[in-house]
């Protein structure tokens, strides 16, 4: 056989592989190296909020954070977008979740005191849906009196990341299990 042939018969078998679906790892989800690791937490969570994405949770982290403040939703639609660091008159709120029926605006506090202007991040995710969610998501249970005084002036909700994600492990669960009552009764 020829080289020409040869290289042909090569490409052609090339081409017939199957392809790998690229899906992105942890670092490329945080954008490693961030500056700070509460950035870093926030691209993890945006990655999870998005429906669409390779996950495949769907709606279910976004599900457990309105029954983790109390919410009772009837229906998610996937029409969804997640922005982090979003600009609110020259500081920064940590998550941004837009849908057309409801925004969700989470400060994501994982080592420091709520010190943020509330104020200005509350008017900013009023202003973009009058149906809306406002979070300090937390790591540690917040016990200063006038960081809870601000917190309640401006409608933020307190979660705690425990109870958030003993929601997600219960949703889950809940799902899983109406998954296989499904496959076994109907």
């Known amino acids: 056989m020829d080289i020409k042939n040869r290289i042909i018969e090569l490409l052609n078998e090339y081409k017939s592989l199957s392809k790998t679906k690229y899906e992105p790892t942890y670092l490329d989800i945080c954008k490693y190296s961030g500056r700070r690791f509460e950035e ?12 669409n994405n390779e996950h495949g949770l769907k709606t ?5 954070l309105f029954e983790s ?27 941004l979740i837009i849908n057309n029926d409801w925004v969700i605006g989470i400060e994501n506090k994982i080592w420091a005191n709520v010190y943020n202007p509330l104020e200005q991040y509350s008017s900013m995710i009023e202003q973009i849906n009058n149906n809306n969610f406002k979070i300090i998501l937390t790591l540690h249970k ?12 401006y409608g933020f909700y307190i979660l705690l990341y425990t109870d958030y994600i003993n929601n997600i492990h219960k949703t889950l669960l809940v799902n899983i299990s109406m998954k296989i009552i499904n496959i076994l009764f109907f």
């Open 60 to 64: 279910l982290l976004i599900e457990s």
């Open 142 to 153: 917040i016990i200063n009196k006038e960081e809870l005084a601000k917190i309640k002036k």
């Open 40 to 51: 870093i937490c926030s691209r993890i969570l945006q990655f999870y909020f998005l429906p």
């Open 69 to 95: 403040i109390g919410y009772d939703y009837e229906y998610i639609d996937d029409n969804i977008d997640v922005k982090i660091e979003v600009n609110a008159e020259g500081k920064r709120l940590d998550i």
